[in-house]
């Protein structure tokens, strides 16, 4: 793969390699080990979303989705017209809560990103909807939702109101001792969401 050559180019020898569903599961999994409980976690990241379901702390399923917060970026920014930049900023100020009071471009822009956002939540529906169905005597409980595109206003209560559970924010931390980073507590909460996969890979190369 380009990852394992790009590993190689840098005189280095790959020694292990991990997938990040799996990361993801041994960040999140431990939180709530020997509960029994089936759990969904839902990773956003800029390209790809990881879809696991476990049972306490076993995977049962586990779907990629080639989708992520980016593309919730470029539809806005192709619409509107602007750059990448401009339409994150657009993007993380409207969310999917407001822009009924903007102007008609911010307006416009909150229709593409509701769209947008509809088809991110349909894809993961349907991805548990699947596992329900060849599961039916493990109902999933709830959705742990983390990455930075979970950070868009609405979209935690859009993916509930939508599978109809429960979504919490998951804490990749909680599990861990942070030292002396260097950052604030209020840094330390920003970055926690995007460190999921991070912390899993560590954790794994640990192990």
């Excluded at 822009?99 to 947008?116: F, I, K, N, P, T």
């Excluded at 909680?174 to 969401?193: C, H, K, M």
């Amino acid at each position: 793969s380009r990852s394992i050559e790009a590993v190689q180019a840098a005189d280095l020898t790959p020694t292990v390699v991990d997938l990040s569903s799996f990361a993801v599961l041994r960040s999140l999994a431990g939180m709530e080990a020997g509960s029994g409980r089936v759990e969904a976690l839902v990773d956003v990241g800029a390209r790809v979303t990881n879809i696991v379901v476990h049972e306490n702390g076993v995977p049962r399923f586990i779907r990629i989705l080639l989708l992520g917060g980016s593309d919730l970026t470029e539809a806005v920014a192709e619409r509107m017209g602007v750059p990448r930049e401009q339409a994150e900023a657009i993007k993380q100020q409207i969310g999917l809560t407001g822009g009924a009071e903007a102007g008609m471009d911010r307006q416009a822009a909150a229709r593409v990103l509701e769209s947008a956002a509809n088809t991110f939540v349909d894809e993961v529906r349907g991805s548990l909807d699947y596992f329900s169905a060849s599961w039916p005597s493990a109902p999933i409980s709830r959705i742990t939702f983390t990455g930075g595109g979970s950070r868009l206003s609405g979209l935690a209560e859009r993916l509930s109101e939508s599978c109809r559970l429960p979504v919490d924010t998951g804490s990749p931390f909680a599990a861990i001792r942070v030292g002396d980073t260097g950052l604030t507590p209020e840094q330390i909460q920003f970055v926690e969401r995007l460190a999921v996969v991070p912390v899993g890979l560590a954790l794994g190369a640990a192990a």
